[in-house]
């Protein structure tokens, strides 16, 4: 599966951004998808997990009820909409593949990465 994220840039802090990862290759709905995130000079972390189906996430404690991760398995696409930013949340977003029917928040646990989409919230 080949994966292209988008939707990053520059925004406030207190704003909100979407970011939108687009899956091509095989069936979209056989993947876990997550998003990770890595900032300047740091080791990069889990953001968000999603099922197949849609039906079950989970979150970094430092986005949970701020980022909301999302799918439509029609369009090859998942989300990740993101509200009330804040400086810290700056980094480049990946999203992130794995067929396994589990979601997993490690790295490792994922085999498909796509290119990163830079996020830089201003105070």
């Known amino acids: 599966v080949q994966l292209q994220a988008s939707g990053g840039g520059l925004v406030q802090a207190g704003g909100s951004l979407r970011l939108s990862c687009r899956a091509s290759?095989?069936?979209?709905?056989?993947?876990?998808m997550g998003w990770f995130r890595q900032a300047p000079g740091q080791e990069r972390e889990f953001v968000a997990t999603i099922s197949r189906s849609g039906n079950t996430t989970r979150y970094a404690d430092s986005v949970k009820g701020r980022f909301t991760i999302s799918r439509d398995n029609a369009k090859n696409t998942v989300y990740l909409q993101m509200n009330s930013l804040k400086p810290e949340d700056t980094a480049v977003y990946s999203c992130?593949?794995?067929?396994?029917?589990?979601?997993?928040?490690?790295?490792?646990?994922?085999?498909?990465w796509g290119q990163g989409t830079q996020v830089t919230v201003s105070s």
């Open positions: 992130a593949a794995r067929t396994s029917g589990l979601i997993a928040t490690t790295q490792s646990a994922y085999g498909y």
């Open positions: 290759g095989r069936t979209f709905s056989f993947y876990v």
